[in-house]
């Protein structure tokens, strides 16, 4: 199973962030392609006060900062030089974070969905919609905002696809600042069946596809997981992808490239179930040759030598 | 705005050290200068055992061990070499962080003034002093401590400008060692001035400058805070410097290099209301193309387009 | 004091993986000879899931995974190329961690070293033994686990050498992942005494060598509780090596390498004392020219600047 597709993680809500310009950018869209990356999903176009492209709406209405460049527009040039797909991730107002109400979310989105269309919506690399909250179990009101926020994407767009990229409540979810690695009242494998069977259902007609995280549980765990992600998905018609981190979530540095050996196993639990798709969350921090941290070109090389062996 | 000034993190409080060795520190110079630094603060001289120079009065009198360097004839010769101010940092025995009681500051830097004065006056490149107590808000015993050791740095020199650097007691005045990147008791705009205003006026005859650290408060909140502390600083006659971080506050990692866009609102917000000069801590870690964190060197080559287009 | 053995930190606990393969490893034992380093540890040979080596016990009995490579194979065959003894780490279940009971360590174990001589014992480079058990004080069992563990090692391998490396239970004795460097309740020197006493008399027939980790204590404290650790060792006539740890426990990212100040304080503590021999935890993250830390390689600098002063 490859790694076919990767989120860019611009604006961070907590990885450090690298400081690239467009030429960074460049090549890191050849290092992508290299190993077949084929599809890249901005995570979302702004976060809080932070913005990936000049939007009058974030900055007139919503507070935003003006940014120092457009990124939206770098991603998408790169997408057609490169010949993949770019997703585009909604705005994340962070009050949903800090709240737990989703219909902030939904209200903002209402008119990022229309000016990102209306900007962007000529590139021929602009493929589909990441709808960007990050959600697990039945968090409230995400339902509505998943379909709310899929069916207007879908509507402007002339029916590009929709993405979303929950997190399965594991033993590992917990906060990247906390100072624990992981928690005790973790979801049990039949709760998180009972409780993703509603929200898919809820949702199914304006998503397309559902890529959950694949680090939240054991690796022993991981599986039985899967394999009742791959089963929802089929029972409501939505494409299943996996998020395959290539971070490490056991160790105290929270967090830096994943050994290999845990890609791999994951990438094969994935292969298991017949997964149709394997992203990554991230690339460009974690598996590429020009990050800064040296390990994530130590795991493109493993990562490169294991998929030519395939 | 410019960056013309920089601290130097030796003996480093929370930041991991590099370990470099003389040419690597002719070489940061260099690149420091190139972008038009002029100004290295040696943030302190000592840090509880940990000494920049072979002081008899530390090794004896407090226990502190024989350093491998002499770092200050280092950075005093550097400076030399490179045309750049080199203002001295004072010792800090820790007991203050420990006990909230400065006197111990007071006592011990009474003696470590006259020896640095003794055994490094006579560079050229000793231009200032920066007293480095880290305060904010009506910290016990601050005023008495500031004006004293203020008072003798500019005795014994005959009259070197002298340097504050406290920090803003806002949301994110957390410990680098603490789960959490944010509190919720931050102090007002309001008690924020009166405060500054009882300790500006406290210190005003032998503090020169105050160069508050800009990394505390939301980014949305710093016009308001920088304005202020602009005024009263002019009210009793001091010079306003920014103290520029260039590390991220927002991050799980404590501390990588900050993401340019956030430094650029800081400067533009320093221009904005007046600041006469910025510094930053620090360029060593944070902004060198030779730092261990790469990300620092793209920060580097951002800041570097960004003056040239100023 | 030179340092001529180090850990190599496979499977890791709490520290990054680098991802590197053969070629970086035949590189790593060659920065390691050109510094005089003799000896390599491997920490250990499993920890909980994941193994070093293809074995059928843990694979089977222990639902571990099968690695993608055979790690001591690798280190065994690099000893050999390069003239250095290689020492091999037990197995870890994670259940001691888990539970404070050593059975599960000694049954699992019984099993792992069978295998390991059978598998591995033809190498001419393997010299000896690690009981990676990481214990302090009267930990429950830890008499009966060393003593029962080493005797089996001798006794299947004609006496090759067994070696521990306990912690000392000081102030910076705290979880990797907890939010603090320090706690209240450390172990005072008598204590330390006389539980160490207890055990090295319980463990001293079957157990050559204790290597007491460094850097839980206070560097001012160093020499104090390396004089105790000699003198015990001594008195029950095991050999004194000191594990001379080359990462910083002083800052808040856990862990990139330590300042060469403190470490240069360390062995100059351990030659005072008359330890017999220095080792780290470890060189190819924290003293290695192409670790991923690039404070590491400034340190091997460093380092080696040192002792071609010696």
Not at 2 to 9: L, Q
Not at 104 to 126: C, M, P, T
Request: charge should be negative; aromatic fraction near 12%.
């Amino acid at each position: 199973m490859k790694i076919t597709g990767t989120f860019i993680d611009e604006i961070s809500h907590d990885i450090p962030h690298q400081n690239w310009g467009a030429a960074e950018w460049d090549a890191d869209f050849a290092h992508m392609k290299s190993i077949g990356i084929d599809t890249v999903i901005v995570i979302r176009c702004g976060y809080r006060q932070f913005i990936t492209y000049p939007s009058p709406y974030l900055i007139q209405q919503q507070q935003c900062f003006t940014p120092p460049a457009d990124l939206l527009t770098l991603f998408l040039q790169l997408g057609e030089k490169y010949g993949m797909q770019v997703w585009i991730g909604l705005y994340d107002s962070g009050k949903y974070w800090d709240t737990g109400n989703m219909q902030h979310e939904i209200d903002a989105n209402r008119f990022v969905i229309d000016e990102l269309w209306k900007q962007y919506g000529h590139f021929k690399s602009f493929k589909g919609w990441y709808l960007s909250m990050e959600i697990s179990r039945r968090t409230k009101g995400a339902i509505e905002a998943f379909y709310t926020l899929g069916k207007q994407c879908k509507e402007v767009s002339n029916g590009l696809p929709t993405l979303i990229s929950p997190w399965i409540d594991g033993k590992k979810a917990v906060m990247a600042t906390s100072g624990t690695l992981t928690k005790e009242n973790a979801v049990s494998l039949k709760e998180h069946e009972t409780e993703w069977n509603e929200i898919l259902d809820g949702i199914k007609s304006t998503v397309d596809v559902v890529a959950f995280q694949d680090g939240h549980v054991g690796f022993e765990q991981l599986v039985d997981y899967l394999s009742v992600n791959k089963q929802l998905a089929d029972k409501h018609g939505l494409s299943s992808w996996t998020n395959c981190e290539s971070f490490d979530r056991d160790m105290p540095i929270k967090f830096l490239p994943i050994k290999f050996e845990k890609l791999r196993l994951k990438l094969e639990a994935a292969r298991k179930v017949g997964m149709e798709k394997a992203i990554t969350f991230e690339f460009s921090h974690f598996m590429s040759p020009q990050s800064a941290y040296p390990q994530a070109g130590h795991l493109f090389n493993r990562y490169n030598e294991y998929i030519q062996a395939l």
